[in-house]
């Protein structure tokens, strides 16, 4: 079955820094999005993009983030300026469609830890 | 904001038995559902969504019903078998046809199923 990278696996970095997480989705899906988990709590919507634009974004995805579709392939999201509390894991997904008519797979996910 | 709602943390059922997991909503824009489960260090894997036109899907030991009034579904697994021992998350959408619709997730259920 077809599926969605992410690296890397893990990622430590200093407050302050910048952090580019990576993404390949699936080859012929059209919809993308970031998501994250803070240990023990539910997993949470950053952000969608689509015909490459952001479709959406929570109140999480503020000016500190960023997403980007840099070739056919990738689909990365950019931390300019981690906080202790960015600490998470991220995952990517992608769909053919909207989650409304067909399911979405998920990447096994990026653990940010940001010391 | 706990639009979705899964109220118990953790099930433990024998080998064999059924498992239901519950989920709870509140927001009456919410027309789509899924269940995903999660391993650790894996990301979420679909297993199964209902539209909210029906109040029943099947997919192998995997049932998931929907009473709409009630805002409550719910998901079966018949028989269960320990392979099944994950987080089973509940995830709701409100999003039309061709837009990328975001995920609202639950807090998820830890399933055990012991031998």
């Known amino acids: 079955e077809p599926e969605v990278t992410q690296t890397p696996s893990h990622q430590v970095t200093q407050m302050g820094q910048e952090v580019i997480l990576r993404c390949v989705p699936i080859?012929?899906?059209?919809?993308f999005y970031w998501y994250r988990q803070i240990l023990g709590q539910k997993v949470e919507f950053l952000v969608s993009?689509?015909?490459?634009?952001?479709?959406?974004k929570s109140e999480i995805f503020d000016d500190q983030f960023s997403v980007e579709r840099p070739d056919g392939s990738n689909f990365t999201l950019k931390i300019r300026s981690t906080k202790l509390e960015d600490s998470a894991m991220y995952f990517c997904?992608?769909?053919?469609?909207?989650?409304?008519?067909?399911?979405?797979?998920f990447g096994q996910g990026t653990r940010l830890t940001v010391v | 904001d706990q639009q979705v709602k899964q109220n118990s943390p953790s099930l433990s059922v024998q080998e064999g038995r059924i498992s239901i997991l519950n989920c709870d909503y509140t927001?009456?824009?919410?027309?789509?559902f899924l269940w995903y489960k999660k391993y650790p260090a894996e990301g979420p894997t679909f297993l199964i969504s209902?539209?909210?036109?029906?109040d029943k899907n099947e997919d192998g030991r995997f049932t998931v019903f929907l009473n709409k009034s009630a805002k409550h579904l719910s998901l079966h697994i018949v028989p269960s078998q320990p392979g099944d021992s994950a987080v089973y998350f509940c995830?709701?959408?409100?999003?039309?046809?061709?837009?990328?619709?975001?995920?609202?997730f639950g807090t998820g259920t830890r399933l055990q199923v012991t031998l």
């Open positions: 997904a992608s769909s053919e469609a909207s989650f409304g008519t067909l399911k979405a797979f």
């Open positions: 080859s012929n899906h059209l919809y």
């Open positions: 993009f689509y015909n490459n634009e952001i479709s959406e």
């Open positions: 927001n009456s824009m919410f027309d789509y």
């Open positions: 209902i539209s909210s036109i029906k």
């Open positions: 995830a709701a959408t409100g999003g039309s046809t061709g837009t990328a619709s975001k995920l609202t």
